[in-house]
């Protein structure tokens, strides 16, 4: 099998060795390509540096960071070296043949940016400009199957290329969908820093596409973000979609399993 797992920067401060072990394991039956974010990263980093990070909400509730240049700047430094360096570190430690990439190496990943944002301002919608963010438009899958095909498992750092060759912030969840859709991934788990989508404090172990749109609209921003990037990858092929917990002894298997984590697909469910 191909699997995608994305891994959230909410782990970054987590014993991450359990998961690593896992990949190990895993990627001598399967190929593992790895994406990551590190929002929390970034915005303690910028802070470090002076730089108060703010974040928008755009008129149909989604929230992100206001990336202008300067931001752009530390996003690239921090996801594609700390964050990044971190995670290959853990990896190797456990004997995984990992490589380090942002997207941006390789045209890796290219996206169209935004330059201009909508933002939800109380009642008002503004146009915002000077914003570096940007949305996956191609992936050079080519790069990715020369490095699995030769035994590695990238390790993705969510930063993306634009058409005019500027470093733009993507979103993890949505670049691991537009990477598992590009590579015919058979799944994309998504690992974070919960079991899944939680309704009362307790799972959601299965999702159809309308239930996961429902679902959409009763959960936080973090979550809410995860289930939208899960539909844009079933839409791009991917047969199924799992939210996972990335804590604790065996994350990947038990999410392959589909224990203790939400699954979503394009079946409907019985
Ligand atoms: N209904 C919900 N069920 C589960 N988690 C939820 C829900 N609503 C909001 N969340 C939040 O979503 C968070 C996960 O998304 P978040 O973006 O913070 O992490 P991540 O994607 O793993 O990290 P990063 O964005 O840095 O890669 C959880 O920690 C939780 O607080
Ligand atoms: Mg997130």
Redesign the pocket.
């Known amino acids: 099998m191909k699997i995608v797992v994305k891994i959230?920067?909410?782990?970054i401060d987590e014993d991450l060795s359990p998961l690593a072990r896992d990949v190990k394991e895993l990627s001598k039956e399967h190929q593992i390509v790895i994406i990551?974010?590190?929002?929390?990263i970034v915005t303690e980093i910028a802070q470090k540096l002076g730089k108060e990070q703010r974040f928008v909400t755009s008129p149909t509730g989604f929230r992100s960071r206001y990336t202008d240049a300067e931001t752009a700047e530390i996003y690239t430094m921090v996801i594609a070296g700390t964050v990044n360096k971190k995670l290959v570190t853990v990896l190797l430690k456990e004997g995984v043949n990992a490589i380090g990439l942002s997207g941006i190496d390789g045209g890796l990943l290219i996206a169209e940016r935004k330059p201009r944002i909508k933002v939800k301002e109380g009642n008002k919608v503004l146009l915002m400009d000077g914003d570096y963010t940007g949305k996956v438009v191609q992936v050079n899958t080519k790069l990715l199957e020369l490095l699995l095909n030769a035994g590695y498992v990238p390790v993705i750092g969510a930063v993306a290329i634009g058409k005019e060759g500027e470093n733009l912030n993507v979103d993890?969840?949505r670049a691991a969908a537009s990477v598992a859709g590009a590579i015919k991934a058979d799944k994309l788990l998504d690992m974070?820093?919960?079991p899944g989508?939680?309704?009362n404090e307790k799972i959601i172990t299965k999702l159809s596409i309308s239930e996961a749109k429902q679902a959409m609209e009763k959960?936080?921003?973090?979550?809410r973000?995860?289930i939208f990037a899960a539909l844009e990858a079933l839409r791009e092929g991917v047969p199924e979609v799992v939210i996972a917990s990335g804590i604790g002894e065996h994350p990947l298997t038990n999410a392959l399993e589909e224990k203790n984590c939400t699954v979503i697909t394009n079946e409907s469910v019985e």
Do not use: F, I, N, Y
């Open positions: 959230g920067g909410s782990l990551h974010g590190g929002a929390k993890g969840d974070t820093d919960v989508v939680l309704e959960v936080g921003p973090g979550m973000r995860k």
